[in-house]
């Protein structure tokens, strides 16, 4: 049974930091590449940070380059998202997404955890 749990989220005020975790289980995790989503209220869903099977390419949305750092550890089947200087438009919940890197029909979402940037 896959699953990808998310945690980490939670309410921080504007400048502060934040470490999202993703646990898989269920498939081969060092097949997979691995992202980061997220979802405002009333807007669409957007790829906010990927990192491929091995770790060896990062993508970033232009609007957290530089304040946000996706990184996975394949022995522990996790991938992370540190956020450093969250602003209040960083407020949104965050999925963890998996797609094979053989299969890309074959994704697999969880279940998100909310980030709240105010003070």
């Known amino acids: 049974q896959v699953q990808l749990v998310e945690s980490g989220g939670g309410l921080v005020q504007p400048g502060g930091s934040l470490r999202l975790s993703c646990a898989a289980s269920?498939?081969?995790?060092?097949?997979?590449?691995m992202s980061w989503y997220r979802q405002a209220p009333g807007k669409e869903r957007e790829m906010v940070a990927r990192?491929?099977?091995?770790?060896?390419?990062?993508t970033y949305v232009d609007s957290v380059k530089g304040r946000f750092t996706i990184s996975r550890d394949n022995a522990k089947n996790t991938v992370y998202l540190q956020m450093n200087s969250l602003k209040p438009e960083d407020t949104a919940v965050f999925y963890c997404?998996?797609?094979?890197?053989?299969?890309?029909?074959?994704?697999?979402w969880g279940q998100g955890t909310q980030v709240t940037v105010s003070s």
């Open positions: 269920g498939f081969t995790f060092s097949t997979y590449t």
């Open positions: 997404n998996a797609r094979s890197r053989y299969d890309l029909s074959r994704t697999y």
């Open positions: 990192i491929t099977s091995f770790g060896s390419t990062t």
